[in-house]
Structures are given as structure tokens and as C-alpha cells.
């Protein structure tokens, strides 16, 4: 047998961690009390492994987050009024698979992003596509997608995504182009796949700041009927970090 040429090609068939090991394992001779049945599978499990740790990598990255947030490092402290039971439920991620969505809303620094990309990364963890992106930019790069031609392309990808997180929005007023995207966005996702919305801006105020009624009920319709929600309270959490620099 030449080993050699078994590793090398293990690299051209692309199993490149297979390879490796059975490298190290030729070299370090670590054949001793173990069956073939037992060797392959050794191998098999260590491409696996890289294969998925590489996977999940990529969807990291692809989702554009703006904080490494974990739900293991999420604060309960009392006054923020999150809920540990209610949180941790919506971290098994079941909210996936019923299509529901989350709205987090609260002021400035009180953590709705972080709560909101912690749910994005661990769903990226879980081989989910996520997408995080601010509102506003969203609508700018849509309104110039339709200039050159690749609107429906950008919208494909929105509906793709397991997971759409839309932070801050309502910040920037609504215009005829932005509603009309936010709608093809939704109305494209509903009951499909789930979205997170982080606003600094009450529930109760976004169907003014849409604007017009009928587009404004459809889409708070579709996002709010099926929502999980969390109303974030307290100080700003960068007040805390402020005070440590």
C-alpha cells in the first residue's frame, strides 16, 4: 500500500481533514488496537467535524453581524425586564420552525441588538442562514438595486435567510420606496421564515411611522400576529461600560 498516494488522493477528492489525520497517524504510528471499522470511522467523523466547523464559520460571516453576542452571556438582571424562561425558550430556536417572528423593542443601550444578534449567532451555530442588517442601509441598497436591475435578486436572498434580523428599525422615516420594499420583504417571508426586529421605537407608534394605512396594516399584520415580544427597560448598557474605561 502506498500511503502516499492514498493521502494524496484523499486531498484531490477534497477530504482534505481525512487526509490530514491519517498523516499524522501514518507518522505517529497510531494503528495499534484499533479495527479498520474503527479507523474509518475515525476519519469519516474528523472530516465531519472540520467540514461543519467550516460551515458554521461561513455563515458567521455571512450574516454581517455587528457583536459577537452569545444567549450564554445575556444579562437577566431584574430591572431589564427580560425574561429568563421566555428567552431561554426562544434560544431552542422552536420559533424557527413555527415560522414566528421576535420584535425587541426598548431605548438606546438598553441591549436589543446584542439580544437580538446573540439569537442570530446561535441560530448560525444551529446551520441556519442568518442575515443582520440596520433598516435603513437595507432600504438604501434596495433603492439602488432597483436602479441597476437587481432588485428581485436582493429580495431573493432576504426571503432565503431562516433568519432576517432588521436592527434599529423605524428610525428613518418611511417613504413610498421604502414601504413598498418592506412590504415585498415581509409580505415574501410570512409564514415562510422567521424575522427579528430591534426598535428603539413602541410597537404602537410604527403604523404612523409606515405610513400609508393599507400597506402599513398589512405588514404590522403579518409581523405583529405573530410575534414574540420583548420590551427591553433600564439604563443604557454602555453607561456601565463607559464608567469602567
Excluded at 501514518?26 to 467523523?45: R, S, W
Excluded at 407608534?205 to 400609508?212: A, H, L, M, S, T
Aim: glycine fraction near 6%.
Amino acid at each position: 500500500m502506498n500511503n502516499n498516494q492514498t493521502i494524496e488522493k484523499l486531498k484531490q477528492m477534497r477530504l482534505g481533514a481525512m487526509a490530514e489525520l491519517h498523516l499524522q497517524n501514518i507518522k505517529n504510528n497510531q494503528f495499534n488496537g484499533v479495527t479498520p471499522d474503527e479507523y474509518l470511522a475515525l476519519l469519516t467523523d474528523h472530516e465531519w467535524e472540520q467540514r461543519y466547523n467550516q460551515k458554521i464559520e461561513r455563515l458567521i460571516k455571512q450574516a454581517s453581524f455587528r457583536q459577537n453576542a452569545s444567549v450564554a452571556d445575556v444579562n437577566y438582571a431584574h430591572h431589564r425586564n427580560l425574561d429568563k424562561n421566555m428567552f431561554s425558550r426562544l434560544a431552542t430556536l422552536d420559533f424557527l420552525k413555527k415560522k414566528e417572528n421576535i420584535i425587541i423593542t426598548g431605548a438606546s443601550g438598553v441591549g436589543k441588538s446584542y439580544l437580538a444578534q446573540a439569537l442570530g449567532h446561535h441560530a448560525c451555530v444551529n446551520g441556519k442562514k442568518v442575515i443582520y442588517t440596520i433598516t435603513a442601509r437595507l432600504f438604501t441598497r434596495l433603492k439602488l438595486a432597483k436602479v441597476d436591475g437587481t432588485y428581485l435578486k436582493e429580495l431573493k436572498k432576504l426571503t432565503r435567510a431562516d433568519v432576517l434580523i432588521l436592527d434599529d428599525f423605524g428610525l428613518q422615516a418611511f417613504d413610498n420606496q421604502s414601504r413598498e420594499a418592506l412590504m415585498d420583504i415581509i409580505d415574501d417571508r410570512y409564514n415562510q421564515a422567521s424575522t427579528i426586529v430591534s426598535s428603539q421605537i413602541p410597537v404602537s407608534v410604527w403604523y404612523d411611522i409606515i405610513g400609508e394605512g393599507t400597506i402599513a396594516d398589512a405588514i404590522l399584520d403579518r409581523i405583529v400576529n405573530s410575534s414574540h415580544r420583548i420590551d427591553l427597560k433600564g439604563e443604557s448598557l454602555r453607561k456601565g461600560i463607559l464608567k469602567t474605561e
